[in-house]
């Protein structure tokens, strides 16, 4: 059934404009990552760099639009709600963003492992510039191991070894990929001009407010200056962990739901 608030077929749509209006430069964007996979394919930390920044930027500049005159008057007079505008922006920032990239690292991994052996068959001058190598996914393999490191939690699960630690670890990493990029679309929302430095401006200054809270908090409520040694030891460290993973992994969804106030007053 159709309705004011959300409707399939309108979000099709929309999903449309958006790809009719920037296939080309949508198509030089990832022509380019994949290009730069071609170079960063085995350097896990720089993969994981270019993925993060690239889409904090992707985030932040994806609403500039609704920022210009003309641009956002056009914008909002679209006949759509705006969950409906928003469960786009989040779908093509977070989900297809991720997706892309994942894709383009297969393709630039693949391209580059394929050029690499080429030059390294056509060696002409015998410089050795070039080694043979076999083909690697480092990135897929870096992303499992990540955050945790104890290989002795498996279970047997249809007679095959299914790593607990490996997948909370891919989950850990995906939560904090998925934070980022809401915040961010947040902040491309919210500010005007300079929409990714001002976002980022504003966390650091958030993280500076909640030390110093938490410094003074230690001060006063455990007497200490720091959160290290034994002062911590009566407490109950698994109940503190948890509960700092459920309020991490609802943030997005947070994020998400102030982008939507404020997309709201926006067109107001």
Do not use: C
């Not at 580059?112 to 393999?141: P, R, V």
């Not at 790593?163 to 919210?190: D, E, P, W």
Request: proline fraction near 1%.
């Amino acid at each position: 059934m159709k309705t004011n608030v959300f409707d399939f077929n309108r979000i099709g749509l929309l999903f449309q404009r958006y790809f009719v209006e920037r296939f080309r430069s949508e198509l030089i964007y990832w022509g380019i990552m994949a290009i730069v996979f071609m170079f960063l394919r085995n350097n896990m930390q720089s993969m994981s760099a270019l993925i993060v920044i690239a889409g904090v930027f992707y985030a932040a500049r994806f609403s500039k639009e609704i920022h210009h005159s003309g641009n956002g008057v056009a914008y909002f007079m679209i006949p759509a709600s705006q969950l409906e505008k928003l469960t786009v922006a989040i779908v093509i920032t977070s989900f297809y963003y991720l997706a892309m990239m994942m894709v383009t690292y297969i393709i630039g991994n693949l391209l580059g492992a394929a050029l690499n052996n080429l030059l390294a068959s056509f060696d002409f001058l015998n410089i050795h510039l070039f080694k043979q190598s076999s083909l690697q996914w480092i990135f897929f393999e870096g992303i499992n191991h990540s955050s945790y490191t104890n290989p002795e939690i498996t279970y047997k699960i249809n007679d095959a070894n299914f790593n607990v630690v490996t997948f909370q670890g891919a989950v850990s990493y995906f939560i904090g990929f998925f934070m980022s990029q809401s915040l961010f679309l947040l902040g491309g929302i919210y500010f005007r001009k300079n929409q990714t430095l001002k976002t980022f401006l504003v966390l650091i200054l958030f993280f500076l407010f909640l030390a110093i809270v938490m410094l003074i908090e230690g001060k006063l409520i455990l007497d200490v200056t720091s959160f290290t040694g034994k002062n911590f030891e009566n407490w109950d460290g698994n109940l503190l962990a948890n509960a700092a993973k459920i309020f991490y992994s609802l943030l997005p969804l947070y994020f998400w739901v102030v982008s939507y106030f404020r997309l709201t007053e926006k067109q107001v």
